[in-house]
């Protein structure tokens, strides 16, 4: 038996921690894993597909990235795409696939299984957290720690010059991130995609503060309504490119102007993706990692290994598809005295 494993969509710290624990789970039932490079461009005519050896994946759990490259590659938006990928089940000799991916790669992962009843599962991962289904997603915890001590850091230079700070956390439409990391880090002004905003409330806030002889520092998720039409770009799944569109540097545009300051700007970015995942992520992607290779032990295919509570539970990939999983409104309401938001 062998089986193939694939990271699609943007990349995330604790990949490589669940691709070791794939190859580890896999090995102990005697099969072999077949690392499919870049996605599934890597499944669609000169896809590349390898197998990983013990060497090679020595040491990766403490690593960020995806050691087999990853693509935003959609099979549905190109012709015969589906069907190609179907056939390479065949040209990289794989019985079973470990899809590891967000909304986008999953989704393409429960279409294939719906139509072709190809042998797949899923593995969820994503730093916005929004995948339905799941309370774990491979790269979060990570994010959530890096932008909570990007706010630690810019408090102490914005007290100095008691200025105000906006720092742009990522999360496309869910603001888990920012309302978690903005949480840690004891922001004053959290805004998030799920509780639209008035700028002229969030300049008053701003004053208000000022006038107590306060520093501001605002988190703000680059999915919230930006405050004057920004240019957009679409990838191959229909999304907006939310990430260095300038949303934060609109806010700041209206904030200079209205409260007559001149604040700054911080646009996290990438920069959450990046580097080291927390000991939780290793932890956990290697759970979902090798909860993947005994799903297609147990032939539970178009099934996603996700947590539940706390405990691994088996969840439909065709009911991950086209659905987002938004902060709770109890989550916000218990926490909303921490900070001004709805307004
Ligand atoms: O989905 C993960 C994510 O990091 C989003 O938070 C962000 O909007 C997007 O990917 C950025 O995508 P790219 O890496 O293609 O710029």
Same mark, same amino acid.
């Given at each position: 038996? $062998?089986?193939?494993?694939?990271?699609?969509?943007?990349?995330? #710290?604790?990949?490589?921690?669940?691709?070791?624990?794939?190859?580890?789970?896999?090995?102990?039932?005697?099969?072999?894993?077949? =690392?499919?490079?870049?996605?599934?461009?890597?499944?669609?005519?000169?896809?590349?597909?390898?197998?990983? @050896?013990? !060497?090679?994946?020595?040491?990766?759990?403490?690593?960020?990235?995806?050691?087999?490259?990853?693509?935003?590659?959609?099979?549905?938006?190109?012709?015969?795409?589906?069907?190609?990928?179907?056939?390479?089940?065949?040209?990289?000799?794989?019985?079973?696939?470990?899809?590891? =991916?967000?909304?986008?790669?999953?989704?393409?992962?429960?279409?294939?299984? !719906?139509?072709?009843?190809?042998?797949?599962?899923?593995? #969820?991962?994503?730093?916005?957290?929004?995948?339905?289904?799941?309370?774990?997603?491979?790269?979060?915890?990570?994010?959530?720690?890096?932008?909570?001590?990007?706010?630690?850091?810019?408090?102490?230079? /914005?007290? @100095?010059?008691?200025?105000?700070?906006?720092?742009?956390?990522?999360? $496309?439409?869910?603001?888990?991130?920012?309302? $978690?990391?903005?949480?840690?880090?004891? /922001?004053?002004?959290?805004?998030? #995609?799920?509780? #639209?905003?008035?700028?002229?409330?969030?300049?008053?806030?701003?004053?208000?503060?000022?006038?107590?002889?306060?520093?501001?520092?605002?988190?703000?998720?680059?999915?919230?309504?930006?405050?004057?039409?920004?240019?957009?770009?679409?990838?191959?799944?229909?999304?907006?490119?939310?990430?260095?569109?300038?949303?934060?540097?609109?806010?700041?545009?209206?904030?200079?102007?209205?409260?007559?300051?001149?604040?700054?700007?911080?646009?996290?970015?990438?920069?959450?993706?990046?580097?080291?995942?927390?000991?939780?992520? $290793?932890?956990?992607? !290697?759970?979902?990692?090798?909860?993947?290779?005994?799903?297609?032990?147990?032939?539970?295919?178009?099934?996603?290994?996700?947590?539940?509570?706390?405990?691994? /539970?088996?969840?439909?990939?065709?009911?991950?598809?086209?659905?987002?999983?938004?902060?709770?409104?109890?989550?916000?309401?218990?926490?909303?005295?921490?900070?001004?938001?709805?307004?």
């Amino acid at each position: 038996m $062998r089986i193939g494993v694939l990271t699609g969509g943007g990349d995330c #710290p604790g990949l490589n921690a669940a691709i070791r624990s794939i190859f580890y789970r896999a090995k102990e039932n005697g099969w072999e894993t077949i =690392g499919i490079h870049m996605g599934w461009k890597g499944m669609l005519p000169g896809g590349k597909g390898k197998e990983i @050896s013990e !060497s090679e994946i020595e040491g990766i759990t403490n690593i960020g990235g995806t050691y087999l490259g990853s693509s935003r590659t959609n099979p549905y938006k190109l012709e015969n795409g589906p069907k190609q990928v179907a056939d390479a089940f065949k040209e990289h000799g794989i019985d079973a696939l470990v899809a590891i =991916g967000g909304e986008d790669t999953l989704g393409v992962a429960g279409k294939l299984h !719906s139509e072709f009843k190809l042998p797949i599962v899923g593995v #969820p991962k994503t730093v916005d957290h929004d995948i339905m289904g799941t309370d774990y997603t491979i790269g979060f915890d990570t994010a959530v720690n890096i932008a909570a001590d990007s706010i630690d850091r810019l408090h102490t230079t /914005a007290r @100095s010059h008691n200025r105000t700070f906006i720092v742009e956390i990522m999360g $496309r439409h869910a603001g888990w991130l920012t309302l $978690r990391a903005g949480i840690a880090g004891g /922001a004053h002004i959290i805004l998030i #995609p799920e509780k #639209p905003c008035d700028i002229n409330k969030v300049c008053d806030a701003i004053k208000k503060r000022e006038k107590m002889g306060k520093y501001t520092l605002l988190a703000i998720s680059e999915g919230v309504a930006p405050p004057k039409k920004l240019a957009e770009k679409h990838d191959d799944f229909g999304h907006v490119g939310l990430t260095n569109r300038g949303m934060a540097q609109a806010f700041k545009e209206v904030i200079d102007e209205n409260c007559k300051m001149d604040c700054r700007v911080m646009v996290l970015g990438h920069l959450l993706r990046g580097g080291s995942p927390t000991a939780y992520d $290793r932890i956990m992607a !290697s759970k979902v990692g090798a909860a993947a290779v005994d799903f297609i032990k147990e032939k539970k295919f178009g099934m996603m290994a996700a947590i539940q509570g706390g405990q691994i /539970a088996p969840f439909p990939l065709k009911d991950v598809v086209g659905k987002y999983k938004t902060v709770s409104d109890q989550e916000y309401a218990l926490l909303k005295s921490l900070f001004e938001g709805d307004i």
